[in-house]
C-alpha cells in the first residue's frame, strides 16, 4: 500500500518537512518537467486560483520561475514589487496582505529581506504562503531545484558528497541546502573564509573545510555561492581578489581533484570571483540545468500546495494535452 504523504498549508522551509514530504516534492517535480518542453507549455491544473508574487528583494531567477510555473499551471498571477507598491509609503507587510487578501487570492510567494517573514505571514493569513527567500534563513524551492539537479546528474542523493563553498554566513540557500541534502543522506561539508562561516554549523550535521584545496579532493558536488556583499554590516574579507585567489573555483583548482566535479551555482553569479567563466560555462557546470528544474520544482510545489495528489501529477500533467 502507498504511503499518503500531506501538505501543510505553506512551504517557509525545508527544516520542518520529513524525508518523505521533500522525496514527493521531487518526485512530482519529474513529470511537470515534460510540460516546459510542449510548444503550448500549459496545464489547466490550478485554473481558478490566483496568485500574487510579492517581491520584497530584486529576483530574477525566482520571480520569473514561479511566474512561469504559476502561468503553465493555469493559474492567475500578479506581480508585487516592494518599490512599486504602497510598501514605500510605510504600508506594513500583514496590511498589504490583508488587502490583497480581500481581493479573494489564494496563495502567496514572498522574497523578503527578513528572516522569518515567511512564516510570520503564513501564520496570519488564511492564503498559502510560499518562501520565495527571507533573509539569510531559507531558500527551500531553491534547495529543493539544486536537490533535484544533483539528483539528475548523480543518480541519488543518499551518499553523495556535497560541497557548498562561499558565503555561508549570509546564505539561505546554504541553510536550505544543508537541511534537505542531510534529510536525504547526502554528506554536507561547507568551505569559506572563517569569518563566512557561522559559528556551531557543524551541529546542522556539516563539515568545515578551511581550504578549498581539501573540498575539491574530498567532494563530487560543489555548489557556489557568490558573496552577498549587500547584507555585509563589517569587512568579512580583505577584498574580491583576495577572495578568488584562495577560495575561488578555477579551472587550474578543479584539475587536481581526483575525480570530475558538478557545478552548481544559485545565481546571480559573479565571475571571476567565487566561479570562473571556464568553470561556470564548462563541461561540469549544470547551473542552466538548475534554472530549467526550478520551473519544475515550484511547479510540483504549487500543486501539492493546492492540494493536489502526489499520485495523480502524472495524470494531471496530461490533461488537455495539447
Ligand atoms: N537563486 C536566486 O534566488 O536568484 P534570484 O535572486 O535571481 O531570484
Not at 543518499?158 to 546554504?174: K, Q, W, Y
Not at 559559528?199 to 556539516?206: D, F, K, R, S, T
Not at 575539491?216 to 558573496?227: H, M, P, Q, S, T
Amino acid at each position: 500500500m502507498t504511503k499518503t504523504v500531506e501538505f501543510g498549508k505553506d512551504l517557509t522551509g525545508l527544516e520542518g518537512l520529513s524525508v518523505d514530504q521533500i522525496s514527493t516534492i521531487l518526485d512530482v517535480a519529474e513529470p511537470f518537467k515534460e510540460i516546459s518542453e510542449r510548444p503550448i507549455k500549459k496545464v489547466p491544473v490550478l485554473r481558478g486560483k490566483t496568485i500574487v508574487n510579492l517581491f520584497y528583494e530584486p529576483s530574477t531567477r525566482t520571480r520569473v520561475s514561479f511566474e512561469f510555473a504559476e502561468k503553465r499551471l493555469s493559474a492567475d498571477t500578479v506581480n508585487i514589487s516592494g518599490s512599486g507598491s504602497s510598501i514605500v509609503k510605510g504600508e506594513s507587510l500583514v496590511d498589504t496582505a490583508r488587502n490583497l487578501e480581500a481581493m479573494r487570492i489564494d496563495m502567496v510567494v514572498i522574497r523578503h529581506g527578513s528572516s522569518g517573514a515567511a512564516r510570520f505571514l503564513a501564520d496570519r493569513i488564511p492564503s498559502n504562503v510560499i518562501n520565495a527567500g527571507d533573509g539569510q534563513h531559507e531558500h527551500p524551492t531553491q534547495g529543493l531545484l539544486d536537490m533535484l539537479t544533483i539528483r539528475d546528474h548523480m543518480g541519488g542523493i543518499e551518499g553523495r558528497r556535497v560541497c557548498i563553498v562561499g558565503d555561508i554566513l549570509h546564505s539561505r540557500v546554504a541553510r536550505s541546502n544543508i537541511y534537505g541534502l542531510t534529510k536525504l543522506g547526502a554528506d554536507v561539508a561547507v568551505c569559506g573564509p572563517p569569518t563566512l562561516i557561522p559559528h556551531g554549523i557543524e551541529e546542522l550535521g556539516v563539515q568545515v573545510f578551511k581550504r578549498v584545496e581539501e573540498a575539491i579532493e574530498w567532494a563530487e558536488v560543489l555548489n557556489v555561492l557568490r558573496l552577498q556583499l549587500e547584507r555585509m554590516k563589517a569587512g568579512y574579507i580583505p577584498s574580491l581578489r583576495e577572495y578568488n585567489r584562495f577560495f575561488g573555483i578555477s579551472v587550474a583548482r578543479l584539475e587536481k581533484a581526483p575525480r570530475d566535479i558538478l557545478i552548481l551555482h544559485p545565481g546571480p553569479m559573479n565571475r571571476g570571483v567565487e566561479i570562473d567563466s571556464h568553470v561556470a560555462d564548462g563541461p561540469h557546470s549544470v547551473i542552466l540545468r538548475q534554472v530549467t528544474n526550478g520551473v519544475a520544482i515550484r511547479m510540483a510545489v504549487l500543486y501539492l500546495l493546492a492540494g493536489g495528489s502526489p499520485e495523480r501529477a502524472e495524470a494531471a500533467k496530461m490533461e488537455n494535452r495539447s
